[in-house]
């Protein structure tokens, strides 16, 4: 009942969105890493120590997770939003259009916040989002 809310997908909550991930590369030195990640990440750390060759902007939007670079921002989604996240507000998006107006900004810490805000300062980095949404559909 965090914030109100029972069970998983129900919101994009800290409770829900913060995953806790214990990853054992061999010949990679224990550590905390505590920057922004996503699951999005998984492909991008795994497959190429698999023997994955392609760049992993092939087939996913993730960084590795040792060695690639600081995020921005990433991308969540349930089953009708995907949602914008970086270090200080969450953008909701409705997958179809015709939700367009549940669309909610908040504060990374689930405060409401101002959207013309949001937009005016994250402007290029949303357009890169929707961008990105597009790429794997």
Request: charged share 25%; glycine share 6%; net charge neutral.
């Amino acid at each position: 009942m965090e914030k109100g809310r029972w069970g998983h997908h129900s919101a994009f909550s800290e409770e829900q969105i913060r995953v806790p991930l214990i990853l054992h590369v061999p010949g990679v030195a224990p550590a905390v890493v505590d920057r922004l990640t996503s699951h999005l990440d998984l492909p991008a750390t795994v497959l190429p120590r698999l023997g994955v060759k392609n760049p992993s902007a092939d087939y996913c939007l993730g960084f590795d997770l040792v060695s690639g670079p600081p995020r921005e921002w990433v991308m969540v989604s349930g089953w009708t939003e995907v949602v914008f996240i970086d270090g200080e507000y969450k953008a909701v998006f409705p997958v179809k259009s015709y939700n367009m107006a549940k669309r909610e900004v908040t504060t990374s810490n689930d405060a409401p916040a101002d959207k013309s805000a949001f937009l005016s300062t994250r402007r290029d980095k949303v357009i890169q989002f929707l961008a990105d949404i597009k790429r794997f559909q």
